[in-house]
Every structure is written in structure tokens, then in C-alpha cells.
């Protein structure tokens, strides 16, 4: 892939959720997909690849953290399934880094689907279900969840 062939994602006011924390992720999370795209194909870029990668899977852990606290303070019913969606994208993040640490170049129509899925999918749709509850929390539809092993979410 050469320089410039994918798509620059710019941040837009309609992207909000109406949390500065939450939309600062956002902004951070689209700066490194962005910062990818031209890196990707490049021959010994792999350095800058992998620095870039460390940070998007460092960075969408304290995200997807305070998101998932955030949406469970609030009372958003549907917390668990989100954060499921959540950890599939961990996933791809996580796949992605691994394929360049050992020294497999990434598919940038890998790349092209993560951007996709996260900003489209996810914070325009996904994300924008649970805005509502954030503007006006509903405390009192809290439920306690129990992960398999008994410990509490």
C-alpha cells in the first residue's frame, strides 16, 4: 500500500458522546488508526508500526475500561454487549500487533475494516446508544453482574 491510499479520518462534532473523557479516547484512537494507514506496505517503517500499535492497544485498554465504567455508572442496560464488542475489537488490535512483531507484514484491508468497524460501526452507532444515559444516568436500573468466575464487574 503507498502513502496516502487510505483514508484520513477527521473528527467531527457529530461524533461526540458528550464526554470529554470518552471523546478524547475517540480522538486519540482515529490520530493512531490515521497514523497507521500510511505506514502500512512501507518498507523499515516497522519500527514506527509497532510504536504506533503499542500505543493503540494501550490506549483502547484505558478506553474501553473507562467507557464500560462510565456506561454501567450511568445505568445503560446493554453495558455487557458493548463491552463484548469491545473485546472482538481488542482482538484485531491485539492480531494486528502480533502479526508485525513477528515480522508479518499487516493487510491494510485489515486496517481499512478496523477503521470501518470502529468509527462507523462502533462510536457513530454503537456508542451513540448509550449518549442518552449519560445525559440523564439512570442509577437505579444498576444491576450487579458476576463474571463466570464469580467475581463481580
Not at 491510499?5 to 461524533?15: D, F, I, L, N, R
Request: a negative charge; glycine letters at 8%; aromatic letters at 8%.
Amino acid at each position: 500500500m503507498r502513502e496516502g491510499t487510505m483514508q484520513v479520518v477527521e473528527w467531527t462534532a457529530g461524533m461526540s458522546v458528550g464526554s470529554d473523557t470518552l471523546d478524547g479516547h475517540h480522538r486519540m484512537i482515529i490520530d493512531c488508526l490515521n497514523r497507521l494507514g500510511p505506514l502500512i506496505g512501507q518498507s523499515g517503517r516497522d519500527d514506527e508500526i509497532r510504536d504506533v500499535l503499542a500505543t493503540l492497544e494501550e490506549f483502547v485498554l484505558v478506553h474501553f475500561s473507562e467507557e464500560e465504567q462510565q456506561m454501567r455508572a450511568a445505568g445503560y442496560p446493554d453495558w455487557r454487549a458493548h463491552k463484548d464488542l469491545h473485546d472482538r475489537m481488542y482482538d484485531v488490535v491485539f492480531a494486528l500487533k502480533s502479526d508485525v512483531e513477528h515480522g508479518r507484514v499487516p493487510e491494510a484491508e485489515k486496517l481499512r475494516t478496523l477503521l470501518n468497524d470502529w468509527l462507523v460501526s462502533h462510536i457513530l452507532g454503537e456508542d451513540r446508544k448509550y449518549v442518552p444515559f449519560l445525559e440523564n444516568p439512570h442509577p437505579e436500573s444498576k444491576q450487579v453482574w458476576e463474571r463466570s468466575n464469580g467475581r463481580r464487574y
